[in-house]
């Protein structure tokens, strides 16, 4: 039995038709949701994609959209009515938001995120959350407290992470829609894994309130689906300044969609595009360095100008972010101390409210995010401070202008998204640093708050699994990640 999104049906459909059909009337958006709710009832069982269907009210949804279309209203964007599975890590009212973790089991937000409210204003029917790594700590979706996910093209292997449920979702044709954070990759690296598109946004231009923080300096949520458009089309709707998080950036969003378009006709001359010396390496796997070049190969054919960039503080990001990213957890994290919300434990009257705190923590939280916790607390200690966290922020700062310096002479820099296609489940969970390494090229441009685009660039000849193409642009130039996504696509499926 195939898990991967069917030839044929509304299933099989990409948010954009399934919007114009919607917006014509030939469907209803209820007919929509229904379809994919029952695609969920039969393969999540299989994929464990999603931790709660909130059928009942994505079928609302759908009503109310069908209700002012047949009364003749404009829909309330290009995506009206148009089902998505929601990152279990962004807060809403109607749904538990667990962030796959003990700790917050049952818990439901007495408010929406900002990204989930934009989602509702725009009449988007949310089908309900899906599975990740507990509180996006994970490259695998494997330290989720619920199970892992599933990868749609072969079962025994990871969907990514720790956007693993979302890019599981969207490959089956369970949602032509997602929403994903990323704070090193968790975007990115599960939509290269799915055959599917995935985008993380410039820092700072999707509101981060409502999503539970990992890393605040790095986490950013994004549009994810199976085509260029669809996730532009979604980037629309969810971007945009919001006064209730601190680091939102008050300017005009880029205009994705148009970039979007305007790419879909194929046309790359006049671009350049860096090709990053430090992203070529020996020993990565061979079908993704041959899906790679032939990628490359495409964009020249399609008219583009490549330049070889070095990049040369790319080879300390991995130790940079394995160090900012544990020290901003290790605050971030503090507050899920067993008194204010979420799992309580050993309160029986016998216990010291410290101790009730560490019972509480010792039980709430999973191996991968205690590592995270303490290595955090150690580098920031009295004494290490200086070595480590100080050391990893100059870094950093080395890698920002490693950026700048390529973005010079370049438009866009393209890498392979992933060292190698799916890994078996359990592969690599016995050696943390197996899995961190898997994050190689995606994370960078976290640490500098740029944006990014994985898209898939053919199965690996020896695999035979998905690989994926990264883009990276400049901050505030997101169209340009849609404008060579979209060539690249158009050229991929001529
Ligand atoms: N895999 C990376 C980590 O474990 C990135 C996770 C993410 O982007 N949320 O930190």
């Known amino acids: 039995m195939s898990y991967v999104v069917p030839a044929e049906g509304l299933t099989s459909l990409s948010a954009a038709e399934l919007a114009e059909k919607i917006h014509s009337r030939e469907v209803t958006s209820r007919e929509v949701v229904q379809a994919h709710l029952d695609r969920i009832a039969e393969t999540n069982d299989a994929l ?3 931790l709660h269907v909130g059928a009942e009210e994505a079928l609302a949804t759908a009503d109310a959209v069908d209700k002012a279309l047949d009364a003749g209203e404009k829909p309330a964007s290009a995506l009206a009515g148009v089902p998505l599975a929601l ?3 962004l807060t809403t009212t109607d749904a538990p938001t667990t962030a796959a973790s003990k700790m917050l089991e049952g818990w439901i937000s007495p408010y929406d995120a900002t990204v989930t409210k ?3 204003e725009a009449g988007i029917p949310i089908l309900g959350k899906t599975n990740l790594d507990e509180f996006a ?3 695998s979706n494997e330290n989720s407290a619920y199970g892992p996910v599933h990868n749609p ?3 025994e292997r990871t969907p990514g992470g720790s956007g693993g449920g979302t890019s599981a979702a969207l490959a089956s044709g369970q949602a032509p829609l997602g929403i994903g954070t990323d704070t090193g990759g968790s975007i990115r690296q599960p939509a290269a894994l799915t055959n599917t598109v995935g985008v993380k946004p410039t820092y700072g231009t999707v509101s981060r309130y409502g999503l539970i923080a990992a890393a605040s300096s790095l986490d950013q949520a994004g549009p994810t689906a199976r085509t260029v458009l669809d996730t532009a089309l979604l980037h629309e709707v969810i971007a945009g300044h919001d006064e209730f998080d601190a680091t939102s950036v008050n300017r005009p969003v880029a205009d994705v969609v148009a970039a979007a378009r305007e790419g879909a006709k194929g046309d790359l001359s006049g671009v350049k595009v860096g090709l990053i010396k430090q992203f070529e390496r020996d020993g990565w796997q061979p079908g993704v360095m041959e899906a790679y070049r032939a990628a490359v190969d495409q964009l020249v054919a399609q008219g583009a100008e490549t330049v070889e960039v070095d990049c040369p503080h790319f080879d300390d990001a991995l130790a940079a972010y394995y160090l900012i990213m544990p020290c901003e957890v290790s605050s971030n994290l503090a507050r899920f101390d067993g008194m204010r919300y979420g799992l309580r434990s050993g309160d029986d009257g016998s216990h010291s409210a410290d101790d009730v705190m560490s019972i509480s923590r010792a039980e709430g939280f999973g191996p991968e995010v205690k590592r995270r916790i303490m290595l955090g607390t150690y580098a920031l200690s009295v004494g290490y401070y200086d070595a480590y966290y100080l050391q990893a922020q100059r870094v950093r700062t080395l890698i920002a202008e490693d950026f700048a310096r390529a973005f010079e002479h370049v438009d866009v820099l393209v890498s392979p998204t992933t060292p190698t296609t799916a890994f078996k489940l359990g592969e690599k969970t016995e050696d ?8 190689l090229c995606t994370l960078p441009l976290n640490l500098a708050g740029l944006c990014g685009m994985s898209v898939p660039s053919g199965m690996a000849s020896d ?3 998905p690989t994926g193409l990264q883009i990276m642009a400049p901050a505030f130039q997101d169209d340009r990640l849609y404008k060579v996504g979209a060539a690249y696509e158009a050229g991929r499926n001529k």
């Open 48 to 50: 464990n994609s999603f």
């Open 87 to 89: 990152k279990d890590l």
């Open 118 to 120: 934009k989602l509702r």
């Open 137 to 139: 700590m994970g490259s």
């Open 153 to 155: 093209h072969d079962l």
């Open 432 to 439: 943390p640093m197996e899995m961190y390494n898997f994050d």
């Open 463 to 465: 695999t035979g699994l």
